[in-house]
């Protein structure tokens, strides 16, 4: 079982910035694709970032260039800076891992195994 913990989201003005942090409660990144889903309120959950075992990372086109996925082997986090916030941002945040992830048509999907989910985080921007 992998036990996912984040942290970080708060409340910011349009233009700011925050970092989530995601815990995990055992090694999963060589064999785990890892991944930052965003829930806005009536929206579906939807991927915003992700990186493969290999290193790779993917981002939607609504937060390339202001959001980077990274990952701490050594302190076993996950990390989502997140720069320019607007108030399209606001979400609930979600760090997940699953055996494999890829990106098409400006998706981001994981498939091949079990997901595991963290409880998530709330990150709200106002203009």
């Known amino acids: 079982q992998v036990q996912l913990i984040e942290s970080g989201g708060g409340s910011v003005q349009s233009g700011g910035s925050l970092r989530l942090s995601c815990v995990l409660s055992?090694?999963?990144?060589?064999?785990?694709?890892m991944a930052w889903f965003a829930e806005a309120p009536g929206k579906v959950r939807k991927g915003v970032a992700s990186?493969?075992?290999?290193?790779?990372?993917n981002y939607v086109d609504s937060v390339q260039g202001r959001f980077a996925i990274s990952q701490d082997n050594a302190a076993n986090t996950l990390y989502l800076q997140m720069n320019s916030l607007q108030p399209d941002d606001t979400a609930t945040y979600f760090c997940a891992a699953a055996p494999h992830c890829a990106k098409a048509n400006d998706v981001i999907y994981f498939f091949g195994g079990t997901v595991y989910w963290g409880q998530g985080t709330q990150v709200t921007v106002s203009s």
């Open positions: 055992r090694y999963t990144y060589r064999t785990y694709c």
């Open positions: 990186i493969e075992s290999s290193g790779r990372t």
